[in-house]
């Protein structure tokens, strides 16, 4: 069943008839930890107990500092998260795919994997969708 989509503190979020979590960041935006915590929290209220896979729209974030990288790292903390592919465009934004080699570095409690294409970061978090 398709939810309405939820603003974040940095985006809007969703959930699709497939049982994917899509976040897409706003452009521009620029996140720090607290920031990153409040949006965590947002994302748990929308998700539940359910273990997602997410798909997270990164292509126009301008920045984000340490603390919000090592918030988004941990997810499952907040919920259970079972995979996130990150959407990135560095031919439009090169700060995309800098925060997403950055945020790998930060040791994610789940896969990552980044993506300039839409339909292939959705190919690969059907993967990790749950089995009925």
């Given at each position: 069943m398709l939810l309405p989509p939820t603003k974040t503190p940095i985006g809007t979020a969703w959930i699709d008839d497939e049982g994917i979590l899509w976040h897409r960041l706003d452009f521009g935006v620029r996140i720090d930890g607290q920031l990153a915590e409040q949006t965590a929290e947002a994302l748990a209220d929308l998700v539940g107990e359910r273990a997602l896979p997410a798909v997270v729209d990164i292509a126009g974030v301008q920045f984000a500092d340490r603390d919000a990288r090592d918030?988004?790292?941990?997810?499952?903390?907040?919920?259970?998260?079972?995979?996130?592919?990150?959407?990135?465009?560095?031919?439009?934004?090169?700060?995309?795919?800098?925060?997403?080699?950055?945020?790998?570095?930060?040791?994610?409690?789940?896969?990552?994997?980044?993506?300039?294409?839409?339909?292939?970061?959705?190919?690969?978090?059907?993967?990790?969708l749950p089995r009925s």
């Open positions: 918030v988004f790292a941990r997810l499952r903390s907040a919920f259970p998260q079972t995979a996130t592919a990150l959407l990135v465009r560095p031919g439009d934004n090169p700060a995309s795919g800098v925060l997403a080699y950055q945020f790998s570095q930060a040791k994610p409690d789940r896969p990552i994997a980044v993506f300039e294409r839409e339909a292939e970061a959705v190919e690969w978090v059907r993967r990790f």
